[in-house]
């Protein structure tokens, strides 16, 4: 009997305040072949872009370290707050990918993470807002992306500008989840959540946050992900680890497509029969890729079996994939896996031309059904 996803991403509680006491502040990055630790002028944080980008997923120009700030829970909300230097990433919208520069009034960039405190299994369609204040005043307000980067996955993200050094509060607030949920799920995430984050800033404390120049930039391949205490990881559950049998697995873009049939559907979704699930991760980090189109088409031999949408949902065992309801699957079926629109999510360098994110479109994944 497999272990549920649920329970295997199941962690024991941290004691965040011996982590902060230990003076653990940066999140480490695993060693990388071909990279060379330098602490440069902050004015010199953003080297020129890899020339000849290839199109698809590769090892961008610097890698840059990130400092905790802090988590908090707020009802089964968990929040972590984390900063590093301002840098340029690329906004998604529909088939466009627009870089966005580091604006001259920008000081840091700010992540968050938002997860199930039961779970510990990343939220990714909550929708995020980030308000800072110093004292009474407020310094800032944004609603802030969702972004990919290769060392973290997926998170929320942006530029800000602050007033100086000193004391912060960052306030998080998430709407609830639209997108489908079954299983142990349904019912949940449907309530807003906020919590308050304080964050204590100074300029010389963001000049010790790692930065990285990789002598193999611009070669096929990701950084290897960052090693985060503090934060559950936002990678998809191992192909041997989902339930029901996997009978196909195919790439596009730099995406993987781990398909898998159940005999019956989850909890909360409607309809008689299979269930036809597509749970998509990166190519070499195997992060969650979410906010995508993807639709279906069942044959055998001549006959049209199905064909149409597979709605993005959130599942404790299958966690985040794409799913629909289909008469049955058999082996030697042929299975279509057609993505519609590329996923809506920012991207950091070394994402900005995968996922579709040069034309705007990825290609249809073909396979026979092997059980």
């Not at 896996?337 to 809506?344: A, E």
């Amino acid at each position: 009997m497999k272990t549920s996803f649920s329970t295997r991403l199941l962690r024991s509680n941290m004691n965040r305040r011996a982590f902060l006491k230990s003076g653990v502040g940066v999140a480490s990055l695993a060693s990388l072949a071909g990279c060379a630790t330098q602490f440069i002028p902050e004015s010199s944080r953003a080297p020129a872009l890899v020339e000849n980008r290839p199109d698809g997923v590769y090892l961008p120009s610097h890698v840059e370290g990130m400092q905790m700030i802090g988590t908090a829970n707020q009802g089964e909300y968990g929040f972590g707050l984390m900063y590093s230097y301002a840098h340029r990433f690329w906004n998604v919208n529909g088939k466009t990918t627009s870089m966005t520069e580091i604006g001259p009034d920008d000081d840091i960039h700010l992540m968050a993470s938002v997860w199930d405190t039961d779970t510990q299994m990343i939220l990714p369609e909550t929708g995020l807002s980030v308000e800072i204040y110093r004292g009474e005043t407020l310094v800032s307000q944004e609603a802030i992306y969702p972004m990919l980067s290769q060392p973290m996955g997926f998170h929320y993200g942006a530029n800000f500008g602050l007033e100086g050094g000193g004391a912060y509060d960052v306030r998080l607030s998430v709407g609830g989840l639209s997108i489908r949920r079954t299983g142990a799920f349904r019912g949940r995430f449907e309530e807003p959540g906020t919590a308050t984050i304080p964050f204590e800033y100074s300029a010389s404390d963001k000049e010790t946050i790692s930065f990285r120049r990789l002598e193999d930039a611009g070669a096929r391949g990701a950084v290897s992900p960052m090693a985060m205490e503090m934060l559950p990881a936002s990678t998809a559950p191992r192909p041997d680890a989902l339930p029901g049998p996997v009978v196909g697995t195919g790439r596009t873009d730099g995406a993987v497509f781990v398909t898998t049939v159940l005999d019956t559907p989850p909890a909360g979704v409607d309809g008689q029969g299979q269930y036809l699930a597509v749970s998509a991760r990166s190519q070499y980090n195997q992060m969650v890729l979410p906010a995508m189109s993807l639709s279906a088409a069942l044959t055998r031999g001549d006959e049209s079996l199905f064909a149409g949408p597979l709605t993005r949902t959130l599942d404790p065992d299958l966690g985040y994939h794409y799913g629909g309801v289909v008469d049955e699957v058999r082996s030697g079926d042929q299975l279509t896996i057609s993505p519609t629109l590329q996923p809506q999510t920012a991207r950091h360098e070394g994402y900005e031309t995968a996922f579709g994110g040069v034309t705007g479109e990825m290609d249809d994944i073909e396979f026979t059904v092997d059980e």
